[in-house]
Every structure is written in structure tokens, then in C-alpha cells.
């Protein structure tokens, strides 16, 4: 026992004591509020150069196109400046009217030549208006449709056609489908009789405030209302931890092949197997692959506490949850952490190592494409059978139980017993593949020695 210990102390210390270590373990939870502030805060700024469309508007009086140049005046005037700043911070949309022409054929070639523009860059786009836009549903339709195939009758779909080469420039799209909404229901109404200055206050939405769970003070009596929900966090938390085990894993496993490929390569091996059994060197490095991922989960779980605690959301961030997290860790690790070694021992450089590592690693990246689902509908058949399952088991559990309510009583014992299952056998396979592997040189092994080696031991 002694020498497996001394074995996960020196791999343990070898490991945290490093640059790359300390560097990783500030530089990762950087790089995750990173990857989810700076994209939020780029979609939130844009170029501030002009951006001009035209506008051919077929319908009656152009009632359309009207709107759309009144809205652009006065989103110019309030809407595209700092109010702290007084700096540009939106572009300004110009509305150029365009007289549509007379005939088909005239259409089609104003159509080329707005086409052209927006080509040239002048234009970033043109919207075509039809006569039938303002018809409503189960009036016939005040245009007969065209001879080519392409309707454009009272069919809201075909009555705005939005010409562009730029359809991912989506902030103009949203204010231009919001203005002609407005500008169509009004002239609907007017036909109709009714005063849109009447109707349209009754047609605004009302917001949704999301809140939690009622209580009862079981000492006082006293009721204690929902408080206000935080959606984010109930998004966030999960989805952290379910991520800082895939990452932990996978940094752990990764150094680990490289480890014993270098090893085998320098015959330090052979120096180890001297001393010590296959057995007793694997289990060692294992327990200090283990030792080191429970390092960095809690080097990112303790500020993950006091930040939850500190904006009043401790229920998303409970002790028990700390425990499962590292339970699953640690099962997480020993199965994959295993296979890793025996594909390192089954290695003869790194570059072969390349092939074996790629299936391991996409059954671990298994849970990150699933994660969504699993967050919005953590009681499904797909969450149930993901967090029972050894590979998936560790990330979509602790996922699941970071959901309030969280999940059944039986439901995470069973899935640590699945993963602890799971974890034995992959730790006594690669046994079987270490214990051959790590002498082996010169050509490495393909997968079938490598069940071969599993099979005959």
C-alpha cells in the first residue's frame, strides 16, 4: 500500500506544483465567464456606420415605406446614443423610398438594379412591399398572383420580401418586422372601423416575472412569499458543473497519456517495474490523476459558493450538491483517467496517441451536447437514461440535481452505483491492457491487440 501511495503523491505533486497548473486553474473559470460575457457584450455594440435600404412600396398611399422613414427619424433621434455618453453607439437607418415601376418587366429590372446596389455596398438591402399586405385573413387578395409560381397575394409570408446579402445582420430585421407589424395592423384596424389609438393600448403585452416556491415558516407560522427568480442562475449553475466535470476529466486524462507515453519512451518504465507491480504503478498514477481534478474542482467550487451566497441564490449552490459534484468527479476520473492510462501504455509515441484518444474523448464530450435538453426538462426519459448510463452518468446527474427540486432520492444513489460499476470495469480492463502495454516497444498496439490484450490478459 505504501507504494501505490507514494506513487499518487509523486504524480499528485508533480503536477500541482507546476506553472501550467496554477496557470490553468485561474486561467480556465476565466476563459468560461469569458466565453459567456464578451459574446453578450459584442452583441450588444455594432458598427456605427450608416445603413441605408430601400424601400418599394406597392401598397396603398405607401402607408408602409411611411412608417418605416417616420420610425427611422425618431429611433435617430433618441435611440442610437449613450445616455451617459451622449457617443454614437447605433448606427442610423436611412429609409430611401423608391417609386415602384410600372409592368412586370420594369419590376423585375428595378429589382436587378436595387440588387446591384446592394452588391456594390451602397445599399444594405431593399424591401418590396405588395398591394395585398394590408388584406386580412379570408379576404381575397387585392393582387392576382404572378405567372411565374411566386405568390404574392394576401399571404403575410409573400406580401414583404426583404432583399439582402447580409440576412445575419439581425438588429435591422427585428426593428424593420416590428414597424411594419405596427404600420399593417393600423391601416387593418382603420379599414375595420376602429381607431388605433383606442386598440392599440389594449394589444400591449404584459410581462412574466419568474419566482420561486412559496414557504411557510415552520417555527413562526409566518408565510413567506416567492421570491423573484433568477432564470440565469437556474441556467448557469447546472450547466457549470456539468462543464467543470467534462473539463477536469479531460485535463487530467490528457496530461496522464503523455505521462506514461514519455515514461515508456525514456525506459523509466522498466526502472518503476522494478521497484513495483503494473498494477500497483497504474493505480498509484490513477489516485494522483484523482487528487489533482479534486484540487481544481474545488479551486473553482469555493468561489462558486460564496459568489452564490453572496447574491442570496445558496439553494443553487448547497452543500449536499458540493458532495455529489465530487463524488462524480471522482468517478468521472477513474474511468476515464484508466482508459487514458492504458492508451498511453498502449503507445509508443505521442502522436499515436492522437488516434486511440479520439473516441475517449468524444464519448466524454457525450454530455455537453445534451446539457440544454437535460437543464429545461431534467426529469425526461432522455435525463433519466443519460445519468444512469457510466459515461454520461457523472455530468448529467450532477445537472439534474443542481435543478430545484432536484431529483428522486433513489435516483443519485443508483446512478453513483452505475458509475461506480462502471468505473471498476474500466479500471480492470486497463489493467489487462497495462500490464502488457507498458513494456511493449517499438510498433504501437492497434484495437485489436488491444482486445486481444483484454481478452488473453
Known sequence: MRKWLAIARREYLAAVRTRSFLIGVVLIPLLMIAGGT????????????????????????????EALQT???????????????????????????????????ALSLQRVELSNRVRSGELLGFIE??????????????????????????????????????????????????????????????????????????????????????????????????????????????????????MLTVLGATPMVQGVVEEKMQR????????????????????GMVGVSLTMGVAYLIPLFFIGAYLGMAEYVSAGLAIWFAVFLVCSVLMFGSLSIAIGSACTSTKETQTLLMPLMLLASLPVFVLPAVIQNPGGRLATILSIVPPT????????????????????????ASVLLGAATCVWLAGRIFRVGILMQGKGASLTDLWRWIWRG
Open 129 to 246: 412591399i405588395e398591394p395585398g399586405v394590408y388584406d386580412r385573413p379570408g379576404q381575397p387578395a387585392t393582387a392576382p398572383a404572378r405567372q411565374d409560381g411566386i405568390s404574392f397575394g394576401s399571404d403575410p409570408d409573400s406580401a414583404i420580401r426583404y432583399y439582402s446579402i447580409r440576412h445575419a445582420y439581425f438588429p435591422f430585421v427585428q426593428w424593420a418586422g416590428h414597424v411594419i407589424n405596427q404600420a399593417v395592423q393600423s391601416q387593418r384596424m382603420i379599414a375595420a372601423g376602429l381607431d388605433p389609438k383606442v386598440i392599440d393600448p389594449m394589444l400591449r403585452g404584459v410581462s412574466i416575472q419568474a419566482r420561486g416556491l412559496a414557504r411557510q415558516d415552520s417555527r413562526t407560522g409566518r408565510i413567506i412569499d416567492a421570491p423573484a427568480e433568477n432564470r440565469l442562475m437556474g441556467f448557469f449553475v447546472p450547466f457549470a458543473l456539468a462543464m467543470m466535470i467534462f
Open 71 to 105: 420610425e427611422a427619424l425618431r429611433r435617430d433621434r433618441r435611440g442610437i446614443l449613450d445616455p451617459r455618453t451622449g457617443l454614437q453607439v447605433l448606427p442610423r437607418y436611412l429609409i430611401e423610398r423608391i417609386a415602384p415601376a410600372a409592368g412586370e418587366k
Open 268 to 287: 523509466i518504465a522498466e526502472v518503476l517495474l522494478a521497484s513495483v507491480s503494473p498494477t500497483t504503478l497504474m493505480t498509484g498514477k490513477l489516485l
Open 393 to 416: 452518468a457523472p455530468a448529467i446527474m450532477i445537472s439534474r440535481i443542481a435543478v430545484p427540486p432536484g431529483v428522486p432520492w433513489w435516483s443519485a444513489p443508483a446512478a453513483m
Open 38 to 65: 464578451v459574446p453578450a457584450l459584442l452583441m450588444g455594440r455594432e458598427a456605427t456606420d450608416d445603413k441605408r435600404v430601400a424601400v418599394l412600396d406597392r401598397s396603398a398611399k405607401s402607408r408602409v415605406a
